[in-house]
């Protein structure tokens, strides 16, 4: 007997590939978790074949060389979510496309909600930005309080799930 392993997104994709090399006489041994499914990752299953010496032996001269393809690396892959990161994007895109085609107008580069709200602020008198500050402040003590609480209940929770 020979033990071989496959690896696949499913386990049902990893018994396939087990049944396409190994034939459907292979005896599966056991069936597991390598790695769990993430945003930006698929999960990977390992399944455990054993296979008879004489089967193997005479299934292999039958097959040509095939060449294993990779694993997709979807750690590569980026997910964009803030908004103004994909503007921002689209606008370098279109300024790359303009430059190509030659296009002699520029492009009108827009200031995103922060920069416009800093010149706003910018002109507000020093009293009145000390004033906010402060405000800020109390707000952000308020805000890390109420985080400390909802970790505390989410702690508890946890704690009553546990088996």
Not at 19 to 39: F, H, N, P, Y
Request: aromatic content about 4%.
């Amino acid at each position: 007997m020979k033990l071989m392993t496959f690896t696949a997104p499913t386990p049902a994709q990893a018994l396939k590939a087990a049944q396409k090399e190994c034939g459907e006489d292979a005896l599966v041994v056991s069936t597991k978790q390598i790695r769990k499914k993430t945003l930006t990752q698929p999960a990977i299953y390992e399944v455990v074949v054993a296979v008879e010496d004489e089967k193997l032996e005479s299934k292999q001269p039958e097959q040509t060389v095939k060449r294993q393809q990779p694993l997709r690396s979807y750690g590569s892959e980026r997910l964009v979510d803030d908004p103004e990161e994909v503007l921002v994007n689209i606008s370098e895109a279109a300024r790359q496309i303009s430059e190509i085609a030659n296009v002699s107008k520029p492009v009108h580069k827009s200031k995103n909600r922060y920069e416009s709200k800093k010149e706003e602020t910018s002109t507000v008198s020093p009293f009145h930005s000390r004033r906010e500050s402060e405000e800020f402040q109390a707000i952000k003590n308020e805000l890390s309080k109420l985080t400390d609480k909802v970790k505390l209940i989410q702690n508890m929770v946890w704690e009553e799930k546990k088996p």
